[in-house]
């Protein structure tokens, strides 16, 4: 029922999911008996809320506030918060939807939910983000708690943020808990997880490329986004012999032919928070396409000549369009480190293609598996080293993408990792509802 043009990023979501299921429901009228169809697509629990902070200048702002705790079957709700201007409840619903499937691939006790605002974080001052985190956190504290809803970041939330609701949930609570995961080094947070999300795509890449007697190096890469995840897809391109060439934020993109400077796309992101048109300072040999410039329904970045693409900035980033191009110019692999950020169009022709493209529920997984493995930590007192968390992490993105692929070959598609990915999650949750009763 698509009664709400507001939710039109949800109702794509779950009409991908609802059309790979077709062969399973199809199988038997098991899951049909259990109405789990319309069980799992409406969320347990939706949370809108009043923010109200006050600005440097001393004025009262206002924004909404989300979190939607959308299906508890495998365990606590976990998914991250997002504060960026274009947030909506649907923004929201979409994400928290797509998070029960991926959370479920990890094959870790983890339940689906996702939270966020329309704030702008774009040029506030440190204690406006610290004055807005903890106006946030005075409602979402009464949610949230280490056995019952862990939120994370996502975009517009890394560890600067995490801190400030960290530090307000323990000051109205009064308890030092692992009730949020993305955490300081020195107060609870785990060595790789700032890593995770961006090198488990790049792991996930490998794995599909393996299993077409492929592999990433000497690839040369498109990766768009500047933010965390697309920061660490570079990072482990590089590690594994690959050549990114391209990053962008919400202004323009970069085109590098030598590769991406990483250390300088570290400090204009991480440190000095700016855009990337500074890059050309230190190259000038680079090509900055600001986003005005960027070709009608598409993104500057999938235009131009590479192996492998990864979308890590946003949802619908790679049109229809964008993908002809992708194609007609001979790519090979997308591994999607970005939530939903191929249009159905395009994921269709990818598909039709047959090219390896890995879903972002299964591709981007390892951000909100390493999240847990935080979660792990905090409950039995001990910090893991880096080695110890990597080495899982690239254990959980080959289990994620075995699962997809068996079962894409079991429901004849072998190629078909959206089928595969889709029809595993979904398996996992229901199997686990009916198990539960009608609750
Ligand atoms: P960040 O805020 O760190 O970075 C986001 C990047 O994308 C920035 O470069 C930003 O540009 C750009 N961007 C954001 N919105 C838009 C837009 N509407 N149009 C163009 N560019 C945009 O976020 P993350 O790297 O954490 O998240 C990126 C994606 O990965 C999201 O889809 C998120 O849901 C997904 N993801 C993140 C996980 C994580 O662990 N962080 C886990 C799994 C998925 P600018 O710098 O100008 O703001």
């Given at each position: 029922?698509k009664?709400?043009?507001?939710q039109?990023?949800f ?28 069980r799992?697509v409406?969320p347990?629990r939706?949370?809108?809320?009043r923010?109200?902070?006050v600005d440097?200048a ?7 506030g989300?979190?939607?705790?959308f299906?508890?079957a ?6 991250g918060?997002r ?11 979409f ?10 691939l990890?094959?870790l006790p983890i339940?689906?939910?996702k939270g966020?605002?329309?704030?702008d ?5 440190d204690n ?12 979402l ?7 019952c809803d ?5 975009i517009g939330?890394?560890t600067r943020?995490i801190?400030y609701?960290?530090?307000?949930y ?5 308890r030092?808990?692992?009730v949020?995961?993305?955490k ?13 999300t961006?090198?488990?795509?790049v792991?996930f ?8 007697g ?20 570079i990072e ?10 391209t ?10 032919k ?10 204009l992101k ?5 855009s ?5 300072h230190e190259?000038?040999?680079?090509h ?7 070709p009608?329904?598409?993104?500057a970045?999938?235009?131009?000549h590479a192996?492998a693409?990864?979308?890590c ?5 790679l049109?229809?369009?964008d ?7 001979g ?9 939903m ?7 269709d ?7 390896a493209?890995g879903?972002?529920k299964a591709?981007?997984a390892?951000?909100v598996a390493t999240?847990?493995?935080e979660?792990a930590q905090n ?18 993105m080959a ?7 068996d ?17 595993a999650?979904f398996?996992k ?5 009916i198990e539960?009763?009608a609750?």
């Amino acid at each position: 029922n698509k009664s709400s043009p507001a939710q039109s990023e949800f109702y794509q979501a779950t009409e991908e999911v609802l059309e790979c299921l077709r062969p399973l429901i199809e199988q038997s009228d098991y899951y049909h008996q259990h109405s789990i169809i319309e069980r799992i697509v409406e969320p347990e629990r939706q949370i809108m809320f009043r923010i109200c902070w006050v600005d440097d200048a001393g004025s009262v702002r206002v924004n909404k506030g989300y979190r939607v705790q959308f299906n508890s079957a495998l365990g606590p709700y976990k998914g991250g918060l997002r504060f960026h201007p274009s947030v909506t409840s649907g923004t929201i619903k979409f994400l928290g939807f797509e998070q029960i499937f991926k959370n479920a691939l990890t094959s870790l006790p983890i339940g689906g939910g996702k939270g966020g605002a329309d704030f702008d974080p774009k040029g506030k001052s440190d204690n406006e983000i610290m004055r807005f985190c903890q106006a946030f956190m005075n409602e979402l504290y009464r949610h949230i708690g280490p056995n019952c809803d862990v939120p994370a970041g996502d975009i517009g939330v890394g560890t600067r943020e995490i801190g400030y609701l960290f530090g307000q949930y323990k000051r109205l609570t009064g308890r030092y808990e692992g009730v949020l995961t993305g955490k300081g080094l020195n107060w609870g947070g785990s060595l790789g997880r700032k890593e995770a999300t961006g090198y488990g795509a790049v792991y996930f890449a490998q794995n599909m490329l393996a299993a077409r007697g492929e592999e990433l190096r000497d690839k040369t890469c498109l990766v768009s986004g500047a933010g965390n995840v697309a920061i660490y897809t570079i990072e482990k391109l590089y590690e594994l012999g690959a050549k990114p060439i391209t990053c962008s934020d919400s202004r323009g993109a970069i085109h590098d032919k030598n590769g991406i400077d990483l250390g300088l796309l570290k400090e204009l992101k991480e440190v000095q928070r700016t855009s990337l048109e500074a890059y050309l300072h230190e190259h000038p040999e680079a090509h900055y396409i600001s986003a005005r410039d960027y070709p009608q329904g598409g993104h500057a970045v999938w235009r131009i000549h590479a192996d492998a693409a990864f979308p890590c900035a946003t949802q619908n980033e790679l049109t229809e369009s964008d993908a002809e191009i992708l194609l007609a110019n001979g790519i090979t692999c997308i591994s999607e480190g970005a939530n939903m950020p191929s249009t159905k169009e395009a994921v269709d022709l990818f598909l039709d293609a047959k090219i390896a493209y890995g879903p972002g529920k299964a591709a981007n997984a390892g951000g909100v598996a390493t999240s847990q493995l935080e979660m792990a930590q905090n409950s039995s007192m001990e910090q893991w080293s880096m080695e110890k968390v990597d080495q899982k992490l690239k254990q959980i993105m080959a289990n994620i993408h075995r699962q997809c692929a068996d079962t894409a070959e079991e429901f004849g598609d072998k190629t078909n990792l959206a089928l595969g990915a889709n029809i595993a999650g979904f398996r996992k949750v229901a199997d686990a509802m009916i198990e539960q009763g009608a609750t």
